[in-house]
Antibody, heavy 112, light 112 residues
Framework: QVQLKESGPGLVQPSQTLSLTCTVS????????VHWVRQPPGKGLEWMGG???????AYNSALKSRLSISRDTSKSQVFLKMNSLQTEDTAIYFC??????WGQGTLVTVSS | DVLMTQTPVSLPVSLGGQVSISCRSS???????????LHWYLQKPGQSPQLLIY???NRFSGVPDRFSGSGSGTDFTLKISRVEPEDLGVYYC?????????FGGGTKLELK
């Protein structure tokens, strides 16, 4: 069955870089797009960007200068890297296959 | 960016009742391929969003027929009939016709 699972540090210091991994199973990354969506505590959902089966990427323009999404198809993993983190980047970060299947999310807190 | 406006923000309901949630977009969601990429999600407390309806009116796998979606262009509606306790939570619409993908602000379905 289709599964996605996010992993990464729960705490990041301000101005540092966030690195998250989405490990998938039950499908091939060369056939489906995977996206990152985040949700600040108690707030709504924000699409961050995605990577398609052909390896092309698209980003939210509000984050584009700080964000990079890549993948390792041999390991069935999609990566998110975002630099210059601030407290307002504190959120639950989800990965999702095309919006249909979602991981459980991982809470990232930006704090010194 | 396409602005997605959901109303109401809060929606009290009695179990067994029927409700409608509106989602309006700031521009047409008809894609150049002819499809309309407007989707509906339910997020229960502490959980990731779950897809209910994709492309306006198609129920996702396992979603009961109490949920129905309709609309076109810029105006869309999610109807829930015979509301059950497991239907409570926050509902979001998402447009994936235009980049960046954008979500509505959410509608909280709660008991009267």
């Amino acid at each position: 069955q289709v599964q996605l699972k996010e992993s990464g540090p729960g705490l990041v210091q301000p101005s540092q870089t966030l690195s998250l991994t989405c490990t998938v199973s039950g499908f091939s990354l060369t056939s489906y797009d995977v996206h990152w969506v985040r949700q600040p505590p108690g707030k709504g959902l924000e699409w961050m960007g995605g990577i398609w089966g052909d390896g092309s990427t698209a980003y939210n323009s509000a984050l584009k200068s700080r964000l990079s999404i890549s993948r390792d198809t041999s390991k069935s993993q999609v990566f998110l890297k975002m630099n210059s983190l601030q407290t307002e980047d504190t959120a639950i970060y989800f990965c999702t296959r095309g919006g249909s299947y979602w991981g459980q999310g991982t809470l990232v807190t930006v704090s010194s | 960016d396409v602005l997605m406006t959901q109303t109401p923000v809060s929606l009290p309901v009695s179990l067994g009742g029927q409700v409608s949630i509106s989602c309006r977009s700031s521009q047409s969601l008809v894609h150049s391929d002819g499809n309309t990429y407007l989707h509906w999600y339910l997020q229960k407390p502490g959980q990731s969003p779950q897809l209910l309806i994709y492309r306006v009116s198609n129920r996702f796998s396992g979603v009961p027929d109490r949920f129905s979606g309709s609309g076109s262009g810029t105006d869309f509606t999610l109807k829930i009939s015979r509301v059950e306790p497991e239907d409570l939570g926050v509902y979001y619409c998402l447009q994936s016709t235009h980049f960046p993908w954008t979500f509505g602000g959410g509608t909280k379905l709660e008991l009267k």
